[in-house]
């Protein structure tokens, strides 16, 4: 049987209203006792749209094991209220706050937080300043600065394709483009405009400045082959959580990157490895 036959529906809502409405899709956890809850926190832009199918999988065969799962579309994102023009960092840590508060309560249970690449660094942003159970990371964003840079070269590109140049010389390349926030100029990448001070604040964050979460850290991410280890650049940033007290478990699943796919794609063995990572019920209120 799939896991979507078998998984209760969800329940779609708008958490508050007006400019403060969130859309919310909750996935109630089979059963009566929640053996624990997850808040699903969306990666950046076009990769949020590319993941949906992977997310809503992930999230049916989690409740259909017992845990409670909030699906929250950012601020600016998805169906949630706001421009994605307007969109801040710290916007977007307060709906991660208020969607945890609303999730906890529904379920009577302590609520982990579950992120896919920017997403993921934004829970080990929000895991610097509240307690959590646990923290399921699918293949994060280790360094803002990078994960910036390597979006301003869909910008290059496309002024590659329109006018013949190469993008990186003249005024076009990602330096002349950080320039350009740096003075305050929105950028218009690949249909989204991309504030000045969301840019910094991503630019700003990495990985390995984040004083280690005192919750156990599931690091998942994934490879062409199996067998294969952890990157470099994740395996370096999993060991300096760990010896800063982190209890970190590293995955590695093969299959393939579903959030830059052409197409919509799926990845069954991460679905599996992230099912059989959370073994441990919580402790229901």
């Not at 929250?72 to 949630?80: A, F, I, M």
């Not at 307060?94 to 660094?121: N, Y």
């Not at 699918?138 to 590659?160: D, E, I, N």
């Amino acid at each position: 049987m799939s896991p979507i036959a078998a998984a209760p529906p969800a329940q779609p809502f708008f958490l508050d209203g007006g400019a403060a409405a969130r859309f919310c899709l909750y996935h109630a956890p089979a059963g009566h006792s929640p053996a624990g809850a997850w808040l699903y926190i969306h990666p950046f832009a076009e990769e949020m749209n590319k993941s949906r199918r992977m997310a809503a999988l992930q999230a049916r065969a989690l409740a259909r094991q017992g845990h409670a799962v909030l699906q929250l579309d950012l601020y600016g994102c998805g169906d949630s209220a706001g421009d994605f023009a307007d969109a801040r960092w710290d916007i977007w840590q307060d709906d991660i706050r208020r969607a945890l508060a609303w999730l906890e309560q529904e379920s009577g249970c302590a609520a982990g937080l579950w992120g896919l690449r920017l997403g993921a660094l934004l829970a080990l942003d929000v895991a610097q300043t509240r307690p959590l159970p646990g923290l399921l990371l699918w293949q994060p964003v280790t360094g803002g600065g990078q994960f910036l840079t390597q979006f301003l070269r869909l910008k290059v590109a496309s002024r590659m394709l329109s006018d013949g140049k190469d993008g990186n010389s003249g005024s076009g390349g990602t330096a002349a483009l950080r320039q350009s926030l740096a003075a305050g100029e929105p950028l218009e990448i690949a249909g989204y405009t991309l504030a000045p001070a969301l840019a910094l604040a991503i630019d700003a964050r990495a990985a390995e400045q984040f004083t280690p979460p005192a919750c156990p850290v599931h690091w998942f991410e994934i490879a062409a082959e199996s067998g294969r280890p952890l990157s470099p650049a994740a395996a370096r940033v999993a060991a300096a959580l760990g010896a800063g007290g982190a209890t970190v478990a590293t995955h590695v699943v093969a299959g393939p990157q579903f959030w830059a796919t052409q197409e919509i794609a799926e990845c069954p063995a991460l679905l599996d490895a992230t099912v059989q990572a959370i073994s441990e019920p919580c402790h229901a209120a």
